[in-house]
């Protein structure tokens, strides 16, 4: 965490400064919504399916030209990304068969730079991302029949704290295309992904091991809003 602290402190920093230098830089706000899932090499990948979660936080847009055509624009989002478990039966070599479903949550607090070129509203954008890992919300509800017995037993798993098993620093790239309006309002379509596995190597009991080789991906449909300069 203390890293992340130095990291937006010093983003901050260089935005305040810029902003005290610049003409025309412009504070917003975004909000929208993330359809995440996994890529990577996931075994048993069929199972896992995409999610709907949450994204949203401030911007920070600083013209690199005078007419607005290029420019960077930093943001700070809070963003939940993560998948649900497609309800499947597993059965191992006594017979016993285990169903897992539920979904799960990766809240995420992640701080793309990005690369901004607006022509006559249509905005095309790009650049790198850094993610913090928060928290965890895990609700994956296991179903175990024994194969032996025939008993039938459910364990069920509800806002985790165990991140011991996760890598919590990432870094990553954004891309996307938008349109742009005069008032400052904004419809941004972009990809982000990432480009290190979120569960550490040595691990191979997380998700059975399914996960090992996984990253974290989404498509974001979001509305901004920068806010107009004096």
Request: proline share 3%; charged share 15%.
């Amino acid at each position: 965490m203390k890293k992340t602290v130095i990291l937006l402190a010093s983003l901050l920093s260089v935005a305040t400064i810029s902003a005290s230098r610049a003409q025309g830089v412009r504070l917003g706000l975004r909000a929208g919504a993330n359809y995440s899932n996994l890529a990577g090499d996931v075994q048993n990948e069929s199972t896992y399916n995409n999610k709907i979660g949450f994204m949203g936080g401030i911007i920070l847009n600083a013209p690199l030209v005078g007419d607005g055509f290029l420019s960077v624009q930093p943001e700070i989002l809070y963003s939940q990304k993560g998948f649900e478990n497609k309800p499947t039966e597993y059965k191992n070599l006594l017979g016993t068969t285990q169903k897992r479903e539920g979904k799960v949550n990766y809240n995420y607090l992640d701080v793309p730079v990005l690369v901004k070129v607006n022509a006559g509203g249509l905005v095309f954008e790009a650049g790198p991302q850094y993610s913090y890992l928060l928290s965890i919300k895990d609700e994956t509800r296991v179903t175990t029949t024994s194969g032996l017995t025939g008993n039938t037993s459910t364990s069920t798993t509800h806002d985790q704290k165990n991140l011991d098993q996760l890598n919590r620093n990432e870094l990553g790239y954004v891309a996307g295309v938008g349109y742009q309006a005069s008032n400052g309002l904004s419809l941004n379509l972009r990809y982000t992904g990432a480009f290190s596995d979120f569960v550490k190597s040595n691990n191979d009991t997380y998700f059975d091991g399914d996960l090992k080789n996984a990253r974290n991906s989404a498509l974001q449909l979001s509305l901004g809003y920068l806010i107009p300069g004096k």
